[in-house]
T-cell receptor, first 112, second 114 residues
């Protein structure tokens, strides 16, 4: 079945550092890929998405590129802020599927 | 535009009781999904409703059930509560269309079973 493997955390960074969170997936065909973010005590917010190979999703300085050849969707941000401290989830939805399959989540803490 | 709303924010029950959680989707969305986020188990799909019908369910026992109302809001019922049902329950909505559209999540209901 479909699955997502996400970089284990926690990740601790200083402000203005570069952030990468690795995400790889297993699925048949061409799934849609998502990054969601969960701030402390809150639900999930959609951060960005990509629906086909080579698409780049971007939002709030975060980017991720759908790489079919490496089945990856790594999340990057060039300069993190304290406000980026959160749990980040990579997710996929298979073609004609209804549910999201999530990675385990990566906790990111940014220190001033 | 209002997002997905859920109530209550927190719910405390004792083992064996029933819990009812509510969700209102984004206006215009017809699909509602329920997910469980339990400590150590990650996010797991529970149920999907679209146009008032249960379309699919995840690997959960029958004591997890729900319904979708004509205004597309939804209710999740958990009967005979067990300690391991303690979790954050997240509701999401989408435009429908066989559930292939982007899902937007609410803030969740934190259920604690004592």
């Amino acid at each position: 079945g479909d699955s997502v493997t996400q970089m284990e955390g926690p990740v601790t960074l200083s402000e203005e550092a570069f952030l990468t969170i690795n995400c790889t997936y297993t699925a048949t065909g061409y799934p849609s890929l998502f990054w969601y973010v969960q701030y402390p005590g809150e639900g999930l917010q959609l951060l960005l998405k990509a629906t086909k190979a080579d698409d780049k999703g971007s939002n709030k300085g975060f980017e991720a590129t759908y790489r079919k050849e490496t089945t990856s969707f790594h999340l990057e941000k060039g300069s993190v802020q304290v406000s980026d401290s959160a749990v980040y989830f990579c997710a996929l939805r298979g073609l004609n599927d209804y549910k999201l399959s999530f990675g385990a989540g990566t906790t990111v803490t940014v220190r001033a | 535009e209002a997002g997905v709303t859920q109530s209550p924010t927190h719910l405390i029950k004792t083992r064996g009781q029933q819990a009812t959680l509510r969700c209102s989707p984004i206006s215009g969305h017809t699909s509602v999904y329920w997910y469980q986020q339990a400590l150590g188990l990650g996010l797991q799909f529970l149920l999907w409703y679209d146009e008032g019908e249960e379309r699919n369910r995840g690997n959960f026992p029958p004591r997890f059930s729900g319904r979708q109302f004509p205004n597309y809001s939804s209710e999740l019922n958990v009967n005979a509560l067990e300690l391991e049902d303690s979790a954050l329950y997240l509701c999401a909505s989408s435009l429908g269309l066989a559930g292939t559209d982007t899902q937007y999540f609410g803030p969740g209901t934190r259920l604690t079973v004592l």
